[in-house]
T-cell receptor, first 115, second 112 residues
């Protein structure tokens, strides 16, 4: 079956612009996660959705970052007024249900470059 | 405050030998640990996990050992194969939570 997909695979934007990153989880997975991986670091948690609601957004770095999952499937991570420090690979993962004992399946990521 | 640490950024091993990747953690509330493997331009792929009620879990060539008193876990790959060359991330999670805390990764290179 299809895994987690993310679009676009690469996004180059200018400082101050708005970007949207899309994640299609594995069909039927109710839990969805966003992580950010900076160069030389491991993935860093941003936000977790259970169904349509954000159960934990404590990892979002500031109010320029926002994510939605309106129908409990596809999710969009939105970044306003992008800064050079936002450059990273943004990873999406999904699992069959929430909870730490349910394996998270990761997508290939979106590489965001802010010039 | 790095709660999960992988102190070796890289490791080179000869094909057929054992690879040992190490991971240390500081949070005693962590009770579930995982290893992910990552190839370039791909997302991390789940490899193996262990619950804190165990001290060893084995899956084929991969074995994870957990030493709770030392807050240390290790991944053993034997025999190592060139296709194992990748970046390996250790991750941890606590009961009732859902987010994984990742280490910075160890780049394994298996030499043919």
């Amino acid at each position: 079956g299809a895994g987690v997909s993310q679009t676009p695979s690469n996004k180059v934007t200018e400082k101050g612009k708005y970007v949207e990153l899309r994640c299609d989880p594995i069909s039927g997975h109710t839990a969805l996660y966003w992580y950010r991986q900076s160069l030389g670091q491991g993935p860093e948690f941003l936000i977790y959705f259970q169904g349509t609601g954000a159960a934990d957004d404590s990892g979002l770095p500031n109010d320029r970052f926002f994510a939605v999952r309106p129908e409990g499937s596809v999710s969009t991570l939105k970044i306003q007024r992008t800064e050079r420090g936002d450059s990273a690979v943004y990873l999406c993962a999904s699992s069959s249900q929430g909870g730490s004992y349910n394996e998270q399946f990761f997508g290939p990521g979106t590489r965001l470059t802010v010039l | 405050d790095q709660q999960v640490k992988q102190n070796s950024p890289s490791l080179s091993v000869q094909e057929g030998r054992i690879s040992i990747l190490n991971c240390d953690y500081t949070n005693s509330m962590f009770d579930y640990f995982l290893w992910y493997k990552k190839y370039p331009a791909e997302g991390p792929t789940f490899l193996i996990s262990i619950s804190s009620i165990k001290d060893k879990n084995e899956d084929g060539r991969f074995t994870v050992f957990l030493n709770k008193s030392a807050k240390h876990l290790s991944l053993h790959i034997v025999p190592s194969q060139p296709g194992d060359s990748a970046v390996y991330f250790c991750a941890a999670s606590g009961s009732g939570t859902y987010k994984y805390i990742f280490g910075t990764g160890t780049r394994l290179k298996v030499l043919a």
